[in-house]
Nanobody
Framework: VQLQASGGGLVQAGGSLRLSCAASGRTFSSYGMGWFRQAPGKEREFVASISWTGGSTYYADSVKGRFTISRDNAKNTLYLQMNSLKPEDTAVYFC??????????????????WGQGTLVTVSS
């Protein structure tokens, strides 16, 4: 599966953005999906994951209550709604696909396919 993330941009603290990740192919619904981010000079970190049905989700503590991961299998698209953004949310955001469709994994090594990343910048 090929992944294309989009929707990043510059936003003020307290604002919102919605990221999208478009997947190619007809097997999107077979994959668990996740979002990760990497800030300058830091390691890539887990943000959120979702099962293949969309019925189960898992969040990093740092984004819980502010971010919502969702998916539309009919549109082969993964989303990340980000509200109440903080400057520390500034990073390149990546979407990833996991062949374990129930995985809800938080380790990047568990994911098999990656998108190219989209930059989110939150100004104070």
């Amino acid at each position: 599966v090929q992944l294309q993330a989009s929707g990043g941009g510059l936003v003020q603290a307290g604002g919102s953005l919605r990221l999208s990740c478009a997947a190619s192919g007809r097997t999107f619904s077979s994959y668990g999906m996740g979002w990760f981010r990497q800030a300058p000079g830091k390691e890539r970190e887990f943000v959120a994951s979702i099962s293949w049905t969309g019925g189960s989700t898992y969040y990093a503590d740092s984004v819980k209550g502010r971010f919502t991961i969702s998916r539309d299998n009919a549109k082969n698209t993964l989303y990340l709604q980000m509200n109440s953004l903080k400057p520390e949310d500034t990073a390149v955001y990546f979407c990833a696909a996991d062949r374990d469709r129930w995985g809800l994994h938080r380790l990047s090594d568990e994911y098999d396919y990656w998108g190219q990343g989209t930059l989110v910048t939150v100004s104070s």
